[in-house]
């Protein structure tokens, strides 16, 4: 049974690049969320997407933005990267079931530095 | 006043003994509750639902209490294989998880 799986592993970009990480979800599940955690916090919600729609998105700026494949594969774009967008992303993957608080499966993360 | 808060630790425990943790959210219309577990530079794992009746898995013990809005993970007999950091997750009945910062965790030989 195929986890979530995400690449690349690591990334060194500079201050003012774009950057494409990708997700493909646990076998089975059709919606992704992605998750940016710094060092020594708890991942933060960016957004989820389903039916290759963004369905919620959480406190980031429209710098941040993804997509979602009918495959439901998944990017998450970051443009103009900052210092600050330095952190491991995570994507996580569920089945919707009609009920928002579904068990999500996180994959191994990106691991992003911005120099 | 943050919408998921955890004490950091870390805890410092001998092998054998039994910690508990606790996490308070903010939100009292909260639906959902989990405790997923984090190793140093991996993803996070789900430990366990939290429901409202209290569950236990094997050492794990998880209980919930609405009237104080605050959800606890109880481990007993540690294993240095327990050292990790616990992530308190509150979900609001939308399709956001809520993450604390995370306990870590240090069981001692």
């Known amino acids: 049974d195929a986890g979530v799986t995400q690449s690349p592993t690591h990334l060194i970009k500079t201050r003012g690049q774009q950057v494409t990480l990708r997700c493909s979800p646990k076998s089975g599940h059709d919606t992704v969320s992605w998750y940016q955690q710094a060092l020594g916090q708890g991942p933060q919600f960016i957004f989820q997407?389903?039916?290759?729609?963004?369905?919620q998105r959480g406190n980031f700026p429209d710098r941040f933005s993804g997509h979602q494949f009918p495959n439901y594969s998944s990017e998450l774009n970051v443009n103009a990267l900052l210092l600050g967008d330095s952190a491991l992303y995570l994507c996580?993957?569920?089945?919707?079931?009609?009920?928002?608080?579904?068990?999500?499966?996180f994959g191994p993360g990106t691991r992003l530095l911005v120099l | 006043r943050k919408e998921v808060e955890q004490d950091p630790g870390p805890f410092n425990v001998p092998e054998g003994a039994t910690v508990a943790f606790n996490c308070t959210y903010s939100?009292?219309?909260?639906?959902?509750f989990f405790w997923y577990r984090q190793d140093c530079r991996k993803e996070p794992k789900l430990l366990m639902s939290v429901y409202s009746s209290g569950n236990e898995d094997g050492r794990f013990t998880a209980q919930l209490n609405r009237a104080s809005q605050y959800i606890s993970l109880l481990i007993r007999d540690s294993k240095l294989s327990d050292s990790a950091t616990y992530l308190c997750v509150v979900n609001e009945g939308t399709y956001k998880y809520i993450f604390g910062t995370g306990t870590r965790l240090k069981v001692l030989a």
């Open positions: 997407y389903y039916e290759e729609e963004e369905r």
């Open positions: 939100n009292s219309a909260s639906q959902s």
């Open positions: 996580a993957s569920s089945l919707n079931s009609g009920r928002p608080q579904e068990t999500q499966y």
